[in-house]
């Protein structure tokens, strides 16, 4: 089955019974929970953070536009330059623009979903460039050959064994345990760094009043990625601005914490503009590429535009029930959990509307939210879009209008109820239909009983005759 | 004085044993529970699926019956939750939507109700069993009630509360979508069953009806002996005292 945000069902289906993936993002999301749990949870002015992390993310969106001219200022003051793509189409091409003005052959990359969104590695290798990908868990995909299964785990999919084995049989070199696997994809990749013309990075968050761009790893091979090939190119979403450094320290107070539960990433680097005269290293040319895709759009619903709000800690992953239950390929795409419920129907339109209807409406990611975004609310609002179009995810509008009239007449409800009771009590022909029919496999499904108000009626007669 | 009760269709029609148990607990808080005529659904389906417009429709008919009620008490965490939604459904119609806010500031879900307004958290009851508690989405997360049904566990004699392994998880219920998506409910449904299970517990207790429905549905298909039971049952046994 492809992977397309419009297969989510069979994806789902395939997925949701695949024994050994779900043991595998059980126990992934159990660690991840535990490590946040014990950071995150102890922050003794945790709701204060989250209020003030909010408000900053907030506060962008409501500044967007004059935020984003100062940052496109302060890069090109800085010595770099800004590209701005409407689609992913457009941003593909400057990309592979700038690659193409350096004869650039070999490219390092360190983890991006906004590459991921814009499908950015196929059409470079299209183009016959070499590009890798430097991220660990980045590697271990690409070279299995699929994309991340988590916007920060992306190999949170793939078991020890399964990357013992890969490597084998793709590097010709293997190892049992993790330590050891590590250092053999490090001595590949330090070739891959050392002989890349370009490094393409995302962007975590960009600071207006001074240009910079903000990234965080643990690996170090960002800082490698930016720093050993000659041109660094930054792809970020529009919302992904702050104000000022005062606010960029509101939300690296919350998001490692959130995401792995670490103080802070082993690495946050600042970027702000190329390698200046006189120092030794980064990049000589600095590229930042601002992309919309589909964000003013969303930004026009004062409600579903708090989705934008989202800093990718990947928490509401981690707390998603149905998350756990069929990882992140399922859904089809690079956003799944509670973000991509929330995001994919605004990015992909009526193809991604299958999404906000996998959930549970459980609350959980709203919970962990570090930035306060309220998933359910903002999924329950899709999904009145989905039954408003008569989109086929929703339940059909002569049900609703079935039950909404039954509802509204007590006479009518009680007629229908009393039917059913007398024709089907058990739901023994009911429970062969469609909707109930698949529930009944793993349950035994209700009887109607005698209704309270009548067991009371009764009661009461009782009563009254002794 | 009085406390109107609000039956959910699924406590009307599938477990009416639910209601009149509450009927008995709210007694024995020293409640008169009163019950309107005419009661239906409160529109969940609708709203949960999108039909926000149908919806509205059962808001109306509910707001009617319950507006002159001094407290309005329900079994059920999600329900609850619904009325609270209700102003939101008349963002453009001010008059119904002071008539909804007026309802939703008045509904509780019986726990709650018990512990923060009767301000009772003994109801003698006893009930001499192995119990955890599913600490129910609707009613955990959506109504913030964690502690009161806790409280008013604790103080069931012959009961003894056992933790559960990753009691936050929902059981796979979500309404619709256990119908649209049965394979992934059919996996969160049985994850907490094994917890439940592994908890050694002979019975599983929560305040949300349709949880309810869910796991003992799912005992009942496994042949298990653990049994499903409503807080306001607990809260009404007398068992051993008899």
Redesign the interface.
Same mark, same amino acid.
């Given at each position: 089955m492809k992977n397309d945000v419009r297969n989510f069902?069979p994806l789902? !289906?395939t997925a949701? !019974?695949d024994k050994t993936l779900?043991e595998i993002l059980k126990k992934a999301c159990?660690h991840f929970k535990t490590s946040r749990d014990n950071t995150y949870g102890r922050l003794p002015d945790l709701d204060e953070r989250r209020r003030r992390a909010a408000a900053v993310r907030l506060g962008a969106l409501n500044d967007l536009a004059s935020l984003l001219e100062q940052l496109e200022e302060n890069v090109v003051l800085s010595g770099g330059r800004v590209h701005w793509a409407q689609d992913a189409s457009q941003a593909r091409n400057i990309i592979g623009g700038i690659a193409e003005k350096h004869a650039v052959r070999r490219i390092v990359k360190g983890k991006s979903i906004m590459t991921e969104e814009i499908g950015l590695n196929e059409f470079l290798e299209e183009r016959g460039i070499h590009v890798r990908e430097t991220d660990l868990g980045e590697y271990i995909v690409q070279l299995r050959g699929e994309g991340p299964s988590h916007i920060i785990a992306p190999c949170v999919h793939v078991s020890k064994q399964q990357v013992a084995d890969l490597f084998a049989k793709e590097l010709g070199e293997t190892a049992e345990e993790a330590e050891e696997l590590t250092l053999i994809a490090r001595k590949k990749l330090r070739e891959e760094f050392l002989s890349a013309d370009m490094g393409i990075t995302g962007v975590n968050l960009a600071v207006a009043e001074s240009g910079t761009a903000v990234l965080l790893e643990n690996e170090g091979n960002i800082r490698m990625s930016t720093t050993c090939p000659r041109v660094h190119v930054a792809v970020m979403s529009l919302e992904k601005v702050v104000r000022n450094f005062e606010d960029a320290a509101a939300l690296l107070n919350i998001l490692p914490r959130s995401a792995t539960g670490q103080k802070l990433s082993g690495y946050v680097s600042f970027f702000t503009g190329p390698k200046k005269p006189g120092e030794n290293d980064g990049p000589e040319e600095f590229h930042l590429v601002i992309l919309d895709n589909g964000r003013s759009e969303i930004m026009q619903d004062e409600e579903l535009r708090k989705i934008l709000c989202c800093i990718r800690c990947g928490a509401c992953l981690n +707390?998603c029930? +149905?998350y756990q239950?069929?990882g992140g390929h399922a859904y089809g795409w690079v956003y799944s959990g509670p973000m991509g419920n929330a995001l994919v129907p605004q990015l992909c339109g009526d193809e991604g509307m299958e999404l906000p209807?996998? #959930?549970?409406? #459980?609350?959980?990611c709203?919970?962990a939210c570090p930035v306060n975004i309220d998933h359910p609310k903002l999924i329950?609002k899709?999904?009145?879009? @989905?039954?408003?179009k008569g989109h086929k @995810?929703? *339940?059909p @509008?002569l049900f609703?209008?079935g039950?909404?009239l039954?509802?509204?007449?007590?006479l009518l409800?009680n007629a229908a109820?009393g039917t059913l009771?007398t024709l089907d009590p058990n739901f023994k022909v009911v429970g062969k239909l469609p *909707? =109930?029919r698949?529930?009944g496999?793993?349950? +035994? =499904?209700?009887?109607?009983?005698?209704? =309270?108000?009548r067991?009371?009626k009764n009661a009461g007669k009782e009563k009254k005759n002794a | 004085m009085q406390a109107f009760l609000f039956?959910p269709c699924l406590?009307?029609?599938?477990?009416? %044993?639910i209601? %009149?148990a509450t009927?008995t607990v709210l007694r024995r808080a020293g409640w008169s529970p009163v019950?309107p005529?005419?009661?239906?659904?409160c529109?969940q389906?609708?709203? &949960?699926?999108?039909?926000?417009? &149908? $919806?509205r429709? /059962?808001a109306?008919?509910f707001i009617e019956l319950f507006e002159d009620a001094p407290v309005v008490v329900s079994p059920s965490g999600s329900c609850v939750s619904m009325v609270r939604h209700y102003p939101e459904l008349f963002a453009n119609e001010p008059e119904w939507r002071a008539r909804a806010e007026k309802v939703a500031g008045k509904v509780y879900e019986l726990s709650q109700f018990l512990v923060d307004v009767a301000r009772v958290t003994d109801l003698k009851a006893t009930l001499d069993t192995r119990a955890v508690y599913h600490d129910s989405?609707q009613v955990g997360? $959506?109504l913030g009630v964690k502690t009161q049904p806790l409280a008013l566990l604790e103080n069931v004699r012959g009961l003894t509360l056992l933790p559960l392994e990753?009691a936050?998880?929902?059981c796979?219920?979500?309404? $619709?979508?256990?119908?649209?998506?049965?394979?992934?409910?059919?996996? /969160? /449904?049985?994850e907490k069953a094994t917890a439940i299970f592994k908890s050694g517990a002979d019975t599983v207790v929560s305040a949300e009806v349709s949880c309810l429905?869910?796991l &003992?549905?799912?005992m009942? &298909?496994k042949h298990h002996r653990v049994q499903c039971l409503h807080i306001a049952q607990v809260l009404a046994s007398q068992e051993a005292a008899e």
């Open positions: 069902r789902s !289906r949701s !019974r779900r159990i +707390v029930p +149905v239950s069929i209807f996998a #959930c549970t409406t #459980c609350g959980a709203k919970e329950l899709l999904r009145q879009e @989905a039954a408003r @995810a929703a *339940p @509008a609703a209008w039950y909404a039954a509802g509204k007449s007590p409800w109820m009771r *909707p =109930l698949r529930w496999e793993k349950r +035994v =499904l209700p009887g109607l009983q005698k209704p =309270l108000s067991r009371l | 039956v406590v009307e029609d599938f477990m009416p %044993e209601g %009149e009927i019950i005529k005419g009661q239906t659904c529109g389906p609708l709203y &949960k699926t999108g039909h926000t417009d &149908k $919806a429709d /059962l109306r008919h989405c997360r $959506a990753r936050e998880m929902c796979g219920f979500g309404g $619709a979508l256990s119908m649209q998506h049965p394979d992934i409910s059919d996996n /969160l /449904l049985s429905l869910n &003992k549905g799912y009942g &298909k």
